[in-house]
């Protein structure tokens, strides 16, 4: 969770507030949704929106260098691939690699070793995604940042995003943009400081829009844990209401070690993360005598368990939430 000095940093970078610290100590993502704050982001550059309405525009794309980087022999270059998944409500994934010399997932580096750097950089990528037999991978262009020179890709896994997600063994990790501002890990991997650096400080790279430069709704994370079996059939054939509040059922999905904890056989079992498009959200903070007065799209449950704060989402939509990473737990 947030310390007191990053949470003022995302504040004053993203114009995002806590709702209430009180409550639950993240940035509200939800409020990326809303329209006015579109004009105190970086303006879209009006040379890459098109008469397209489906087309989705990834912001920091504008900030790059479109031509190859004057590169040193043996110099570090920092590979940053991302991917767009569900069209309809678009979610930005960045691609991290683990580092086993830090116990950290981080962006692909590579050492320049001569010739042009992006085809090998592709070759690569499509060797570390062979379980994707058909993964693309489209330069986009470099970005000089604190003297190192970042090299961005936009990867088109060309198959159903669904269809592998149990079987690459955690080599990649697929990251949301709420992950890496508000917890530094995903799963129980911690993402290198440095990347949460880096967004903070070029929050273009965060947001995706509309050719109307209309922004897309960042979705939170949350997770559901189970058997393998019943996981399986989660990522397959859709996760289902099982969890009862005011004479309604809904999804419910929680806080990463709250679902760890849930758990309590001997099977083989996994944990699903999930995105979640919270919408109108309500978070309740007495669930025994709050009384809902509206519809909204969301609610969240927080409950005071001795030094920390477990978090219900419950989502009544099967619209609101997609499968984006699987973790086999020993």
Known sequence: MLNPYKREIIQNKFNLQVKDTNKLNEIDFTNSKIETKINKNPIINKKIVTNNHDDIIFAGKEMLYKDEPNLEINENVYVCVYLIVN?????LLYCMLPN??????????IKYNGGIITNEIIYKLKNIFSVWNKAEFIY??????NNKN???F???LNEDYKQNMMLYDNKIQFVMINEIINYGKTFNFKINNDVSKFLLNNPKFCFLYDNKEKLYE??????VSDTYSKT???INLGYRKDYSYNDDKYYIFLDYVSSIEKLNNNEKKGIIKYALFLGNHYIITDSKSDEIIKNYDSLRINTKLYDKVSSKILLNNNKQFLPISYLDLE
Do not use: S
């Open 140 to 145: 986009n262009g470099y970005l000089k940042y």
């Open 150 to 152: 970042m090299l961005w």
């Open 87 to 91: 069209k309809r409500k678009p979610i």
């Open 232 to 234: 399986l059939l989660y």
């Open 218 to 223: 960042v979705p939170a994370v949350a997770y």
């Open 154 to 156: 936009k990867c088109n």
């Open 100 to 109: 086993e010399e830090n116990d950290i997932i981080d962006f692909y580096t």
